[in-house]
């Protein structure tokens, strides 16, 4: 698979404390950025939580490219960071989307399983 592009928006939210007003302002932003994207192009056709319940994650098929609303580490941060942001990666057609523990690598354009 292919990044074709990504745009973000940080949060300096604590991974640990999903509960904390960072952390709900951050999980709103990303529910309002799933919900714009599903005006357009209808609901999404995979919800779910990647990588240990921290970042969650909705993506939708367009053609041979998927559009991925995801939630991550923020890279130039070290870690220090997350971000949301939207994704576009080329998903083939005939391929169905990456098992869940297999997301994040997806996301980075890296190989992975795809769930039958």
């Not at 990504?6 to 709103?28: E, G, L, Q, V």
């Not at 209808?42 to 939708?60: N, S």
């Not at 057609?93 to 523990?101: E, L, M």
Request: glycine letters at 4%.
């Amino acid at each position: 698979m292919t990044v074709i592009c990504s745009a973000s928006s940080t949060s300096n939210r604590t991974r640990s404390a999903r509960t904390s007003a960072p952390a709900k302002h951050f999980d709103d932003a990303w529910q309002e950025a799933c919900a714009t994207v599903s005006d357009e192009l209808g609901p999404p056709a995979i919800t779910t939580v990647m990588r240990e319940d921290q970042w969650r994650l909705a993506a939708w098929r367009v053609g041979s490219v998927a559009l991925a609303v995801a939630q991550s580490e923020e890279f130039t941060s070290y870690g220090d960071l997350d971000m949301a942001a939207v994704w576009l990666v080329r998903h083939p057609t005939d391929r169905g989307w990456p098992a869940p523990p297999d997301l994040y690598s997806w996301l980075l354009g890296e190989d992975c399983t795809v769930a039958t």
